[in-house]
């Protein structure tokens, strides 16, 4: 009987599993003071998506890179006006030296979602994320602007929290929900991080 | 980019298409960052023809020419043909649970284009010497390879009512795809009946391909057991559900990564 082989368990509502699951992977982890310094999501306004921490001048030594013998010839060179990796691939930030550097941000794309904009910034030390707040946040309506000011703190836990996952991926997708994590995602992109 | 300790250029791009965020994460020994960037710049020209041959909101776009009947199967790309003999495998794959041909406006292969594009796009990478390499199309994962120190890459499965939560990480070496009830309000419809399903909460399936993945995925969450006993019966396939109440079944072959 090939059928349900391995039935994990009923959550509660989804929750108790989750809780668990989150505090096995992280024991204690989660530092208490993990965003108290900063002044958290009400600073709303900063629309800026690229800002000048992303985009320091790089210091990246391709001598490093093992490129000596079997460079494959990519097939066919791109037309520069089309295609864009030139512009959001993110050769910027120094080369990656992890326990030493500093807490380091960046400003995660603007992400729409069924109710509005919203964009985050993330600040990583070492190889920790140590704050998310909101950069920018746009909604059409106040009960949406309510909905997101309940959420988003929940979201903020939630990663930072779970950071020591090291996922390489989310699979599934709703809308607050994923608009945040794709701009936490492409703000960790910038900043090289994990 | 970056070069880790063991002198891997590692290399992040996200390019928006296709509705959404495609997230490149590239490790590689052998590529320069001048060839990974060409191979990215490939990937992505290749990723937005997709986006016009296939878009539904386009209306001009091929695709929508053959929703209308405006033209013949014979005159769109080629694409259009080789996914939508992909859709038919996936049908029959499904046992009728996942229907292009089903959809209120004429043939819609959506649910399965966008794995296809993505499975098609690490296929590119590899050819271009690639070796390690994982996509994200908002929730639609393929990958060659594997990362540094793993012999698979840890993917996170959203929860479907904790939206801030992952319901679980799971080992994928090659594609996963998630659909559920809960993405984009009761977006999945029954194709016997017309009507939106709400049978499984959320449907993840792991395998070789992400177009059979996503294909299946969104069967699963809408036909619910028979489709499950399918693809757990395919080889090369795994499946993960949450049902409405909450309660989770894997197959044998899911790993749970921690």
């Given amino acids: 009987m090939k059928k349900y082989p391995a039935v994990i368990g009923a959550t509660l509502a989804g929750l108790a599993g989750i809780l668990t699951f989150h505090s096995k992977a992280t024991t204690g982890s989660l530092s208490a003071s993990l965003g108290a310094t900063k002044a958290g999501p009400a600073q709303a306004g900063a629309t800026a998506t690229k800002p000048a921490s992303a985009s320091q001048p790089s210091s990246t030594q391709?001598?490093?890179?093992?490129?000596?013998?079997?460079?494959?010839?990519?097939?066919g060179s791109i037309p520069p006006a089309q295609s864009s990796p030139a512009q959001s691939s993110q050769a910027t930030v120094a080369p990656a030296s992890p326990a030493s550097s500093g807490p380091r941000s960046a400003v995660g794309a603007a992400e729409q979602y069924g109710y509005g904009v919203i964009s985050v910034k993330v600040t990583v030390s070492g190889s920790k994320i140590t704050d998310i707040s909101v950069a920018d946040l746009q909604?059409?309506?106040?009960?949406?602007?309510?909905?997101?000011?309940?959420v988003i703190p929940m979201l903020?836990?939630?990663?930072?929290?779970?950071?020591?996952?090291?996922?390489?991926?989310?699979?599934?997708?709703?809308?607050?929900?994923?608009a945040y994590a794709q701009s936490v995602q492409s703000a960790l992109t910038k900043l090289h991080f994990a | 980019m970056s070069v880790s300790a063991t002198g891997a250029v590692r290399l992040s791009h996200d390019e928006e298409v296709m509705g959404?965020?495609?997230?490149?994460?590239?490790?590689s020994y052998r590529c320069g960052d001048g060839a990974?960037?060409?191979?990215?710049?490939e990937v992505c020209a290749f990723l937005h023809s997709v986006d016009d041959t296939f878009s539904t909101w386009k209306p001009s776009s091929p695709l929508s020419r053959l929703r209308r009947?405006?033209?013949?199967?014979?005159?769109?790309?080629e694409e259009i043909p080789t996914?939508?003999?992909?859709?038919?495998?996936?049908?029959v794959l499904s046992g009728g649970w996942f229907d292009p041909w089903a959809m209120p406006g004429g043939v819609d292969p959506t649910g399965l284009v966008k794995g296809w594009a993505i499975e098609q796009a690490v296929g590119l990478l590899s050819a271009a010497g690639v070796e390690a390499a994982i996509l994200n199309g908002g929730g639609d994962i393929a990958a060659i390879g594997s990362p540094e120190g793993s012999s698979y890459w840890p993917v996170g499965i959203q929860h479907p009512w904790r939206p801030e939560a992952l319901a679980c990480v799971i080992a994928v070496e090659a594609a996963v795809a998630t659909s559920g009830s809960y993405e984009r309000g009761l977006h999945l419809v029954d194709p016997r009946t017309g009507r939106l399903s709400r049978e499984v909460a959320s449907a993840t399936v792991t395998g070789l391909s992400l177009a059979v993945c996503d294909s299946l995925a969104t069967a699963l969450a809408v036909g619910g057991d028979p489709v499950w006993e399918r693809i757990v019966d395919l080889e090369g396939y795994e499946a993960y559900m949450i049902r409405p109440d909450g309660s989770e079944v894997a197959s044998d072959g899911i790993v749970f990564a921690r």
């Fill in chain 1, 62 to 75: 391709p001598s490093d890179t093992p490129s000596t013998s079997t460079a494959p010839t990519a097939k």
């Fill in chain 2, 69 to 77: 009947n405006e033209v013949g199967i014979g005159d769109v790309p």
């Fill in chain 1, 156 to 178: 903020r836990n939630e990663i930072l929290k779970a950071q020591s996952l090291h996922v390489y991926g989310i699979s599934g997708a709703t809308y607050t929900s994923d």
């Fill in chain 2, 20 to 27: 959404t965020v495609v997230s490149f994460r590239i490790l």
């Fill in chain 1, 139 to 150: 909604t059409a309506e106040s009960y949406s602007q309510q909905l997101a000011n309940q």
């Fill in chain 2, 36 to 41: 990974l960037l060409a191979a990215i710049g």
């Fill in chain 2, 83 to 91: 996914v939508l003999a992909l859709c038919e495998e996936a049908r």
